[in-house]
Structure formats: structure tokens, C-alpha cells
């Protein structure tokens, strides 16, 4: 049976299940797909809408009886966003919200492991936020950086 | 107390014997940021066998003489490459690969590539390009051989000299110095 007839929604979108999903409902329907067949869970990725003033986490799983692909997208609003955490489904959700929470500061309910994890000592705007400017971080914090001074005529 | 000349003749003399000995046996600690560490093995294995220079991997910084930054180097990684530096052994020497330590290469506006290596360690060679050709990653390493038979490889002797420097923009691109950092 192919996604979109398991959950009775969505659509075909380049050959893959995209299905839209509300923030409660996606857990409902992760586990509904692990049941029918999709035991794969690929990954979890996220997507800054910065016009429209949305977070877009996509979950994508594999299913290898249908070699069908599925998409489930959860649209959520960028000012505190937050999210169920999905780590009692598949144990390997929690690294990648560990992960959307540093690049992307969202916040998800259940996870207890949303410590530092690629970067260290970041205090700014989570860097994958498309607010946070990066031409300037860099010119900020590693072009005042300056020479080292040498002495003249030591040789060396 | 001084040195008469003839003592200070033996240790020019001395200083030459040992700095020819030293460039026949350059060992190359393995320790591979970015990219780069792909053009290594063509250069250590048969086809350009780097050890026809005396030259051999090395897996612990104590015993190593040549610390390579292949590539791009984030702020995570400049603390371990610092630790792994100051590790070794003097007399010591850094290769660094590619456009990414010279500029920030194509990194240039990322927020976690420290841009220009040489602020932060002493570099004695730098191959350009992005990746350097195993051809160009021999002819540095040829390069700093003639370096240090001519004593002027002498990037230690420069951080020790201006560690105060070296250790300040280290802090500074760790973070200490906008004050939020808790402690390395």
C-alpha cells in the first residue's frame, strides 16, 4: 500500500509521498507508516521559510517492500518553535533534533540529550537561521583577529 | 658567562649536523582537518612514496616533526590542532594545504572557519590550491627540506617567542574574548 493510501492525505510530488502534517498529528502518522512497511527512517531536516515566518521539518522515511519514499512535513511558527520529540518511534530522531536544535534553536518536547553538539561555546542566533548574517559573524569575530607582530632583524 | 667563538663554532657545526639529519627523517603526524587528507594517500603509498624521503606517517604527536592542516579548519578543530602542536616535539614544523588556511578559500563568510591560519600557528609552507595535487603536496614537502638545511624553517622558534601573541588570538577566536565563553 503506497503512503498516501495509508493516511488518506497528501500528495505525489516527484515521485516521493509528500504528506502535510499538523504539529500532534505527526507523531500518529510516523507511527502508522512504521507499521505499514516504512521501517526506515532516513532522516529529519528542517527548512527556514523566513518570508513565510515558518520552520518546515521534513521527516523522511524508506519503505523497502514499496520502495516508496515518504515525506512528512510539519509546518511550525518561528517564533518559539516547538515540537514533539519522536525518539520512542525511532531511537535515531534524537541526534538529528539534536542536532535542528543547535543550527536552528527549535525546541523539542521529550528530548533530553538537547545539549551542545557540533558547536562549541555559541552564544548567537543559531547559525542556520537565515536571519543570522554570516558574512558579518565572520567579519566581527575572525577579521579583527590581529597579525602576530614581529621584531625587525631577528633572523627569524 | 660568554661563549668563546670556537664554542659558538661547535654548535653552528653542530647545529648543521643535526638539522641535516633532521630533514632526511621528517616524520608526519596523521592528523587530517577538511579535505585534504584525500591527496595523502597517493603521496605516502607507491605511486609518489614519500618515503623515499625518509619521510613516514606518525601516529602520536611526541614523536612526530611535521603537523599538515589539510584544509579548512573550524574553531572546534583549531583547539585540538593547538593542543596536538603544542604536543610535539621541537624542532617543528606546519604544512598548511590548500586555500583554506591562507584566506578562508571558499569558506570565506562561514561562521566557524578560522580564515588565516598564520594568526594562530606559525606556518613554515603553504600549498596553494583547492586541493593541491599530490605533485604539489611533494614539492612542499621538498620544499621545507630545503628550509630546514638552510635553518630557515623556523616557525617554533617564532611561537615561542610571540606566544603571547599566538595565545591571544587563539582566545580571541575561541570566543573568551567577547566575554560569554565558559572555559576551554
Redesign the interface.
Known sequence: MKAIEIIGKGEEMHGRAYIPSGREEAGTIIKKLKENGFAHFVMLSCVDWIDKNEFELVYHMWSYEHKEHAMISVRLPRDNPSMFSMHELFPQIETYEREIHEMYGIDFEGNSRLTPF????W??TP?MRKD?D??K??ED??????????EED?G? | MGLSDGDIMRYEEWNKISRIASRKSLWMLHFCTGCGAVELPPVMTSRYDMERFGMGPMATPRQADVLLITGYLTVKTLKRVVNVYEQMQSPKYVISFGSCPINGGMYWDSYNTVKRLDRYLPVDVYVGGCMPRPEGVMNAFLELMKLIDEGKARGWEKYQKYYEQYKRNQKMAFGFERGKNEGD
Do not use: M, T
Open positions: 557540533l558547536l562549541e561555546g552564544h548567537d547559525p543570522f554570516s558574512k559573524f565572520a569575530v575572525f577579521d579583527s583577529i590581529p597579525e602576530i607582530k614581529e631577528e627569524i
